[in-house]
């Protein structure tokens, strides 16, 4: 496998594959642990992903790469095989989320900035020895009538491109995630006002790329899609992937190879809609597909409700998910497909 960032960004968003994002926090696999009344242990944690990774059909024809947290990328499955050796088995690459949390922003009351750019060059490190070729950060924006401050998106926006530099120096590729909450507090904006604070942030984050010399060319966007805030949904289908198109086109240079989209609390099967009526207007200077968390999970972390004799039906439940993203990721998705399945 090449190990040119050019290459590797290129494999992460072509082939009709795209990204499993597997990378929660301890606090928050907590939180989806909590909704099936399973313990948070190192070992219901690893059982759950060893589930997932050693879902062959999902992983080998529709995920090109796994984003993992620091504790997985150096855990083994049960049989003591490291997780990253059954990743890259299946044909995915192993990737690592290196930002250590959004924290409360010193003078910006409802606003955060992400943290973890400290000592992330020796990290890098260690990771890219561990097998990861990729690696993701997230800054968070929230959208109300009167934020996101400029201030706050122009630090989120630096970090984001110091972190992209640091990547490209230690030959792993950035995913940069400027995620504009769909379902932050209060929740209620619509669709307009989503369009112009991810146009908004956009620009800056593609100024501070720039000034920080990070390679358009390898690395990947995960941003939000243009959309209804979650308490105020109206938009149709085919509103939410003209904004989302129209927004992108304004400001994500062609240069950048893939755009892979967050779901942001979407529901699985709008994640997947989504999806597919963006690749459906063509013409794109992308290509597009899904880095999804939630959209890929929520059916099978149900399905799997923590218990061995379950394995079978929650990799089912992923299968499924990562197929119908992967008919996305291609505009080829129909609703009847789900029923069919
Ligand atoms: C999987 O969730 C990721 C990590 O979250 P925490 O750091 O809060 O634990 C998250 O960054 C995720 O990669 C993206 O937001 C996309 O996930 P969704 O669920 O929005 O598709």
Redesign the pocket.
Known sequence: MSERLEDIAMQMVTGGRGLL?????T???KKRFDAINLESTETSRRDYREMLFRSDEAMKKYISGV?L?EETLFQKAADGTPFVDIIRAAGAIPGI?V?T?AKPMAKYPAETITEGLDGLGERLARYYEAGARFA?W?GVIAISPTLPTRGSVRANAQALARYAALCQEAGIVPIV?P?CLMDGKPGDHNIDRCAEVTEFTLRIVFEELADARVNLEGMIL?PNMVIDGRNARKASVAEVAECTVKVLKATVPPAVPGIAF????QTTEE?TAHLSAINAIGHLPWFVTF??????QDSSLKAWNGKQENVAAGQREFTHRAEMNSLAAKGNWKKDLEKAA
């Open positions: 994002a597997a990378d929660e926090s606090s928050t696999i984003i947290f989320k930002d949390g993701k997230r995630e995620e995960k967050l779901s942001g609390g994640a880095s999804y968390g939630r959209a890929l």
